[in-house]
């Protein structure tokens, strides 16, 4: 395959590989115990510390792990029983489809419009059943790229107030912003009612796992709870790291670098898609790592998919992260992709999507 | 809490702390992707070989992640439904029967006798149900810190052989041996009928999570998938650091060290419990980290562990590694504690089972 836009991946030329070692070497010397020994299941206290300053919050309210999708699934294991309802967006993160149905969850799905969550679609499944949690991802969503406005975000933090819905708002782009201005989280708008999920995977480097939840002192014991019995111990050598890297400092110059490898990516790719495939309806992402292609009616992705890879192009299933439909949408990354394979990539998706239409 | 008999961890003085730091400044040089960005569920490619190779089996059948109870969780979720029956020696690691018990499971305990697991039961057991897998510890088993005979284990791998039983062999001690000569494992006896599956933690360090498990290609390739749908990448670099450790051959070097450290701490421990608590019946380990010592019927491991509090010595609690029963066990460990911790927490335990004699 020549050229992958199936996967979203960061851009490993991006891994600032010289300051994760230097941290290592500090980690095992500052606190050879935190980082190599069994410690406590909510992960090295100092990354604790850290998150907990950052988010205006106590340690008690912090758990870190490996991977926010591996907490996310321990959430999950502590929340719910079979037959449990839970809101998602619709579309939304295929993993989290997996992970709640594996659970038996009875998974309602809310259409994502432009400017986020259809809040009639909202209000009438809210009047059929209140869910255990409604999981969102409010700013540049996987798989569509859209960012919630700020009245929604408030209109749903009322909504989840009023009928005590906990909003579970993964948030692992939220500070890979290339255009506007940031928008209250959940967890600044109702923080009593939000499990705010993130990770740094998208920020130094997945390989470290280094994944956190925020929230509520209550259901962070018992998610401390859970990881302690499933685990032990989190990955606290990676985790240690991610949280000196953290410390020393190194997060804004980071991003500002971040922003600007992947801007001008995002760039290429709306302008490559736009002169090839005028036709082709994609939401404008202000960050994050996709954003959403919708395919015209008569053409599915699937038949996409199949011309694509025999052109040398990988293409993701967009039905994944659909509960049902999405045989038009395709879901289009473009940080771990430089502006020339961006480029030769939309000019393989043109001639598939010509190929794929029908005669 | 002066002495601290409660936590099986290895000792930090052990931990080999210049080679790890070497071995992460390598796997990033040599292979950067692989140790940071997103990769395959299953774990680095390079770790995987390097396991494939000392067992002799293809890579398709390891799977490496996050600490080997974590895989024990996943391979649950895999493979039970509530209300399965499984089997388990009695005691048995306490968090394996949390982790049955959280997933509905009916768990049968089969009494581990001084040379294994008493066959009888086992037989009349079967006779009832033929349990979904038997959970195993076969040398130098937590908590009992007993060993399986080598004509148990033959007679274990026929039953399971005959009866199509999957046995779970948790091996984490098997290559911290003191005395005696080595026997064969359930996988080297029953390779198909065996999920054989172990850690770096107890050997490197256990804050690296390096966690695996080998077995029959059908099951590890729907643990790999599960795997992925969990958490998509395991702990990368830190896996990556373990795997390049071993290819390095530090492995037997550092046996040797530990068995030269941690020998004289189970000699120690035996000689101070034999000396201070003449009466309390104990097994002798050929290996590992833990014994485990029966108190006299009228003493209870409540009652001592209340006084040992008070005293400055902390116990964990016995009865945990019991489905039901227990109130006369504790589990000492002696691998994290210098000879004079040793012979102070014995001395404090001697005292509290005084006081715990009813009068």
Redesign the interface.
């Known amino acids: 395959m020549r050229i992958n836009f199936a996967?979203g991946?960061?851009a490993?030329e991006s891994?600032p590989?010289a300051d994760?070692?230097c941290c290592?070497?500090q980690v095992?010397s500052r606190n050879?115990?935190e980082?190599?020994?069994?410690?406590p299941a909510r992960g090295p206290a100092s990354f604790v510390r850290w998150i907990a300053e950052r988010y205006s919050v106590n340690d008690m309210m912090v758990l870190t792990g490996?991977?926010s999708?591996?907490l996310f699934?321990l959430f999950c294991?502590v929340m719910l029983k079979p037959g449990d309802t839970v809101f998602v967006e619709s579309p939304t993160y295929d993993?989290v489809i997996?992970?709640l149905t594996?659970r038996g969850a009875r998974v309602v799905a809310i259409a994502l419009q432009e400017d986020g969550p259809d809040l009639e679609q909202f209000k009438s499944a809210l009047a059929d059943t209140v869910p255990r949690f409604f999981y969102l991802i409010p700013d540049f969503q996987n798989p569509s790229g859209l960012t919630c406005s700020a009245e929604k975000r408030a209109a749903i933090a009322a909504l989840a107030r009023q009928h005590n819905i906990l909003l579970v708002e993964d948030a692992p782009y939220r500070l890979i912003r290339y255009t506007g201005a940031t928008l209250p989280s959940f967890f600044e708008l109702a923080p009593e009612v939000t499990l705010h999920m993130s990770s740094l995977?998208k920020i130094i480097?997945?390989?470290?796992?280094a994944g956190y939840v925020v929230g509520n002192e209550a259901l962070i014991g018992k998610l401390v709870k859970a990881a302690e019995?499933?685990?032990?111990?989190?990955?606290?050598?990676?985790l240690?790291?991610a949280g000196e890297w953290c410390r020393q400092g190194h997060l804004p110059a980071q991003l500002a670098s971040l922003i600007a490898l992947y801007g001008p990516r995002l760039h290429a790719m709306t302008e490559a898609l736009t002169a090839a495939l005028p036709e082709l309806h994609f939401g404008r992402p202000q960050g994050g790592f996709f954003l959403g292609l919708h395919l015209p009616p008569g053409i599915s992705n699937s038949a996409v998919r199949e011309q694509a890879q025999q052109l040398g192009l990988a293409l993701s299933d967009g039905k994944g992260f659909f509960l049902t439909g999405g045989e038009h949408f395709l879901r289009i990354p473009f940080c771990g992709l430089t502006v020339a394979e961006i480029q030769e990539g939309v000019a393989i998706l043109r001639r598939a999507v010509e190929l794929a239409r029908p005669a």
């Open positions: 996967r991946v960061p490993p891994f590989v994760i070692l290592a070497s095992v050879m115990l980082s190599l020994q069994y410690g490996d991977g999708l591996g699934e294991s993993r997996e992970i594996a995977s480097a997945p390989g470290l796992r019995n499933r685990y032990v111990t989190p990955g606290n050598f990676a240690s790291i």
